[in-house]
C-alpha cells in the first residue's frame, strides 16, 4: 500500500473535510491572484501614489519621446533608451547615438530607430531583443514592428529608389524588396505574417498620389494588389489585429488581405494629433482650424464608426491612448476618458505637465521638465453633453 493510500485510511471524516476545505482554499487563492493580479498592484500602486512616492528624475529634453507600454514608460533620448517601472526601478537602458530618434509601437513591442542614421532598436516589454546598425552608406527612412515582433525596416540605398527588408521576431530577413522606379515611405508588415503593405508616393495626373503596395512573401518580385490612397497623406501605420493606416485627411483601416475594410473621413478637419495605442480604437484631435487650438477628441472603432466625441477647449499639447484609456493634455487641464467618451474627468494641470503617457491599467505618467510622476485619474466623471446630444 503507498503512502498516499494509508494517509487516506487513517484520516477521520472530519479530518478528509478538514483537508478538502483548506485544499479549495489554496486554490481559490491561487486563482484570485491570477485573475486579479494586475488589480491588487494597481491598488497597491494607488496607495504608495497617495503617499507621493512616485515621483522620479528623466534627463530627457524636450524633443525626447515618451510612451506607455503596458505598465511601463519607454523614453527614447538622442544619446539613451530606457524603460522605466511606474515607480522609476530602471528596467533597461540601452545607449545609442541617434540625430532623429523615431518610434513604433505594436502590443509589447517597439522599434526604435534614427531617421536618416543607421541604428535600429527592438524591444520587447521590459528586454531589448534585437539591433541593428547598418553600414555608412545605407540610411534608415521608417522602421515597424507588428504585434507578433515581425520588423519592417525601409531604408535609402544608393542605386535604388527604396529598399525594404523584411525580418522574422528572431530577426532572420524573410523578404528583401528593392525598387528602382518607386520611392517607399512607409512599410509594415500584415497582421497575418504572410506579407507587407508598402506605401509608395507618388503623382498621377500632375497631382499627389499615394499608393499602397500589399506583396505577399510568396509573391517577392511583384506587388499582388495595388491600391490607391488618393491624396491622403500616411503619418502613421499600425499592425496589430489589423492594419491602421493613419492619414492627413482620413483614417483606413485594412485585413491582411490588401482589403481596405473600413475608413473614417476628417470632413475638412484638421487633424492635429492622433494615438493607434488604443484596443481596437484610434484616438485622434481634430480641429476645424489649421492654427486654432481648440477642437475635438474622437475615438474611431475599427469599423470605421465614431464611439465618442469630446470637445476640448484651451491650447492641447499631447494626447495618449492604451487599452481602453484615452487622455488629453491641455495647458490648463488634464482630461481622461474611456474610449466611449461618455463621461470624463478634467483635473487642473498645475504641475507643469509638458508630455503625457497611459498605462495598461489606467494610470498615467504625467512629464514634466525634470521628472515623471504617477498619476491615478479620480474625482467625479462629468458627463460629455456632446455624447448625450
Known amino acids: 500500500m503507498s503512502k498516499l493510500q494509508t494517509l487516506k485510511t487513517s484520516l477521520t471524516p472530519r479530518q478528509r473535510v478538514i483537508l478538502l476545505i483548506a485544499a479549495a482554499v489554496i486554490l481559490f487563492g491561487l486563482l484570485t491572484a491570477t485573475v486579479f493580479r494586475d488589480s491588487a498592484a494597481t491598488a497597491f500602486r494607488r496607495m504608495t501614489f497617495s503617499e507621493g512616492k512616485d515621483d522620479f528624475s528623466h534627463n530627457a529634453q524636450s524633443n525626447s519621446l515618451f510612451l506607455g507600454v503596458d505598465n511601463n514608460l519607454l523614453v527614447c533620448t538622442q544619446t539613451q533608451i530606457q524603460v522605466f517601472s511606474p515607480t522609476g526601478a530602471v528596467e533597461l537602458k540601452e545607449s545609442v547615438g541617434m540625430t532623429s530618434p523615431a518610434l513604433n509601437n505594436a502590443g509589447e513591442f517597439t522599434v526604435v530607430y534614427d531617421v536618416g542614421g543607421q541604428q535600429l532598436r527592438v524591444i520587447q516589454g521590459e528586454k531589448l531583443v534585437n539591433k541593428l546598425e547598418l553600414p555608412a552608406e545605407e540610411s534608415l527612412i521608417c522602421a515597424t514592428v507588428n504585434d507578433k515582433g515581425w520588423v519592417a525596416v525601409t531604408s535609402k540605398v544608393s542605386g535604388y529608389k527604396a529598399v525594404v527588408n523584411v525580418y522574422n521576431p528572431s530577426f532572420e530577413s524573410v523578404l528583401s524588396i528593392r525598387l528602382s522606379s518607386r520611392y ?140 481602453s484609456d484615452v487622455a488629453v493634455l491641455t495647458t490648463g487641464e488634464i482630461i481622461t476618458a474611456d474610449r466611449k467618451l461618455n463621461k470624463y474627468r478634467a483635473e487642473p494641470n498645475q504641475r507643469g505637465i509638458r508630455n503625457i503617457a497611459v498605462y495598461k491599467d489606467g494610470s498615467m505618467a504625467l512629464v514634466s521638465s525634470s521628472t515623471v510622476s504617477l498619476y491615478f485619474p479620480s474625482g467625479p466623471k462629468i458627463t460629455n453633453e456632446e455624447a448625450e446630444s
Open 184 to 323: 517607399i515611405s512607409d512599410a509594415v508588415v500584415t497582421p497575418d505574417c504572410r506579407g507587407v503593405y508598402l506605401i509608395s508616393p507618388g503623382q498621377a495626373d500632375g497631382s499627389f498620389e499615394n499608393t499602397l503596395l500589399y506583396y505577399t512573401f510568396s509573391s517577392r518580385e511583384e506587388p499582388t494588389k495595388t491600391i490607391s490612397l488618393g491624396s491622403n497623406v500616411v503619418l502613421s501605420i499600425l499592425s496589430g489585429g489589423k492594419c491602421w493606416i493613419l492619414g492627413d485627411q482620413s483614417l483606413l483601416v485594412l485585413d491582411s488581405s490588401g482589403v481596405i475594410t473600413a475608413s473614417y473621413d476628417y470632413e475638412g478637419q484638421y487633424l492635429k494629433m492622433a494615438s493607434l495605442q488604443g484596443n481596437d480604437f484610434a484616438a485622434l484631435f481634430l480641429s476645424r482650424s489649421s492654427s486654432g487650438s481648440a477642437g475635438a477628441l474622437v475615438t474611431v472603432d475599427d469599423n470605421g464608426k465614431e464611439l465618442g466625441r469630446l470637445i476640448v477647449e484651451g491650447q492641447t499639447s499631447a494626447l495618449a491612448a492604451q487599452g
